[in-house]
C-alpha cells in the first residue's frame, strides 16, 4: 500500500518543553504547545480548538486567543467538535486574518476542500496560517462515549480525568485514582458509521501531524508536512518549545503507525467495496470515486 502515512518532510518524535503544558497534556503537548507558539510570535491571531462544552468530555469548538484558552482546551476528546463551523466566524465576528485550526483527518480534507472550492467560504481560505491534524482510527457520537463509559467502566462521565486508546485498550482514569479498561473489539459498535469510509490515520492534509502512535508514552509522534508547518516547526524548535529524538531511536516507533494506518486503510476500502452491494438492486456509493 503506496504512502499511506502521507507526504510529509520530516518525522520526529516530540514533546514541548514547556512543563505547565506538558502537565496537563494527553501525551507530548504538540497541539497546545505550537499554537501557544505560534500566538506568541504572531504567526496565528488565535486558534479554533475544543474547548469544554456544557456536559462532561463533549466538546465544543472555540477561538483560543489566549495561552489560558489554549491550557483549558488539552487532552483528547473522543467525540468530534465541528471546528470547521467556526472558521467563518473567526474571520467576519472575531476579525481574524491568521487562523490556526486542529482537527482530525477528515476535518483537515474539509479544510483544504475549503480552501480550493470557498463556496460560503468567501475570504476565509487565506486566512488559514496553520492547520494540525491529529491521528484518528475512529470516534465516537457523544451518546454513544456516554454508554460506552457508564455502562462499560461503570464510571460516571463528570468523574472522569482522562480518556486515551492504546495498546488495544480504551481506558478511563478517574479523578480519585481509578483507571477502568475495556477490549477496543467492545468499542467497535459504538463508532461513528461515518469513520469507516475514512482513508486517512494520519491526517495527510494537515500542515503539521501528530499522535502519541509510535513514540513513548509522555511523547507524541509529529509529521512536517507542508512548507508553512516546516517553517513553524523549525523555528518552534529552536526557540527550545520542544525537546525532539529522530524515530528510529524511539519505540515502538514507525512501524506502529505504518501498521494501525495500513489496518484503518484496508478495513475501510473493504467496507466501501461490501457496501457497493447493500440494498436491492443499487448499492451505496463510494464517496472517492
Not at 63 to 92: D, F, G, H, V, W
Amino acid at each position: 500500500m503506496a504512502n499511506i502515512l502521507g507526504n510529509y518532510k520530516q518525522v520526529i518524535s516530540a514533546r514541548t518543553t514547556d512543563r505547565e503544558i506538558l502537565r496537563g497534556s494527553q501525551d507530548g503537548g504538540i497541539v497546545t504547545a505550537l499554537f501557544a507558539y505560534a500566538l506568541e510570535n504572531n504567526i496565528i491571531d488565535g486558534a479554533i480548538v475544543a474547548g469544554a462544552g456544557d456536559l462532561p468530555w463533549k466538546p465544543e469548538p472555540i477561538i483560543a486567543q489566549t495561552r489560558e484558552e489554549l491550557l483549558a482546551a488539552r487532552k483528547t476528546k473522543y467525540t468530534l467538535s465541528p471546528n470547521l463551523q467556526l472558521l467563518k466566524e473567526a474571520t467576519r465576528s472575531y476579525g481574524l486574518d491568521r487562523i490556526g485550526i486542529v482537527g482530525t483527518p477528515c476535518q483537515m480534507q474539509a479544510v483544504r476542500k475549503a480552501q480550493l472550492y470557498p463556496v460560503g467560504m468567501r475570504d476565509v481560505p487565506d486566512k488559514i496560517a496553520l492547520a494540525i491534524g491529529i491521528f484518528c482510527m475512529e470516534n465516537f457520537p457523544y451518546q454513544s462515549l456516554v454508554q460506552l463509559v457508564e455502562d462499560h467502566t461503570n464510571q460516571k462521565m463528570e468523574a472522569v480525568k482522562k480518556m486515551e486508546i492504546g495498546k488495544g485498550k480504551f481506558s478511563v482514569y478517574t479523578e480519585r485514582g481509578a483507571l477502568a479498561q475495556i477490549p477496543l473489539k467492545v468499542t467497535h459498535k459504538y463508532e461513528q458509521p461515518g469513520c469507516h469510509v475514512c482513508l486517512d490515520y494520519v491526517a495527510n492534509l494537515g500542515d503539521i501531524s501528530t499522535g502519541s502512535v509510535g513514540s513513548p508514552d509522555g511523547w507524541s509522534t509529529v509529521f512536517v508536512r507542508s512548507k508553512q508547518g516546516e517553517s513553524v516547526w523549525s523555528k518552534a524548535v529552536a526557540a527550545g518549545w520542544f525537546e525532539t529524538k529522530p524515530m528510529d531511536q524511539v519505540k515502538p516507533g514507525l512501524d506502529l503507525v505504518n501498521k494501525l494506518a495500513t489496518e484503518k486503510i484496508t478495513k475501510n476500502q473493504n467496507y466501501l467495496i461490501a457496501r457497493g452491494s447493500y440494498g436491492v438492486g443499487k448499492g451505496l456509493r463510494n464517496p472517492y470515486l
